[in-house]
């Protein structure tokens, strides 16, 4: 069974300061990964993907993940944060083994807080 | 046009009450998702729909009626809901329902059961 793990509750950055939001993932197959931001009172907005290819994935305001297999991890970061990234984080993972959007799993989230 | 438009925004039922949520978006796409959220919880999948066919159901109670009339717009409709019904409800929709597509989410219907 996939699963996605984001160990971390909550992190606090200083504004200007770089910003690293952990996901670790388990699947049987290769897996599809995904970041997602949901501010308050909102939907939530892809960030960015890892399908296959370059290890490093660029991707909306900013933000890059580093896909790595052999930690299974693919950690959000952020070389300068502001306080407007303050928001929910979500990573998504899905076995490629199977067929539909459907079997998205998201971690649990993690609160990024940036201060001024 | 990059959105997926949910309305209401807000919505305090009652438990004997029928209402429904919409969710609307004009960019093509062909599957089109239901989610529930909790306060501070992850998105839970409850429908998909894929060239407007009813593709999964993740064990939602039959309270919970989707429908698809065409390929832009996703109602639920909500029949005696209980109390613990009450949480964000998110559409998404994406290009096609496929394994490496992004989500585009609507901001969600805030609802709340009494």
């Known amino acids: 069974a996939q699963s996605v793990a984001q160990p971390e509750d909550q992190v606090n950055v200083a504004e200007g300061n770089p910003l690293t939001v952990k996901c670790t993932y388990s699947v049987s197959g290769n897996p599809y990964l995904f970041w997602y931001v949901q501010y308050p009172n909102r939907g939530l907005q892809f960030l960015l993907k890892?399908?296959?290819?370059?290890?490093l994935v660029k991707g909306s305001y900013g933000f890059e993940a580093e896909f790595n297999k052999s930690q299974t991890s693919f950690h959000l970061k952020k070389p300068s944060a502001l306080v407007s990234d303050s928001a929910l984080y979500f990573c998504a993972v899905r076995d490629a083994n199977g067929g539909s959007q459907g079997n998205l799993i998201f971690g649990k989230g993690t609160k990024l807080s940036v201060k001024p | 046009d990059t959105e997926v438009t949910q309305t209401p925004k807000h919505l305090v039922m009652g438990m004997t009450n029928k209402k429904s949520l919409k969710c609307e978006q004009h960019m093509g796409h062909r599957a089109m998702y239901w989610y529930k959220q909790k306060a501070k919880k992850p998105p839970e999948l409850m429908f998909v729909y894929s060239y407007e066919k009813l593709s999964i159901n993740e064990s939602v109670p039959s309270r919970f009626s989707p429908e698809c009339p065409n390929s832009s717009l996703l109602n639920l409709h909500l029949h005696a809901l209980q109390p613990e019904d009450s949480a964000l409800y998110l559409c998404?929709?994406?290009?096609?329902?496929?394994?490496?597509?992004?989500?585009?989410f609507g901001s969600g219907t805030q609802l709340s059961v009494l």
């Open positions: 890892y399908i296959t290819g370059d290890n």
């Open positions: 998404a929709s994406s290009q096609i329902d496929s394994f490496n597509e992004k989500l585009f």
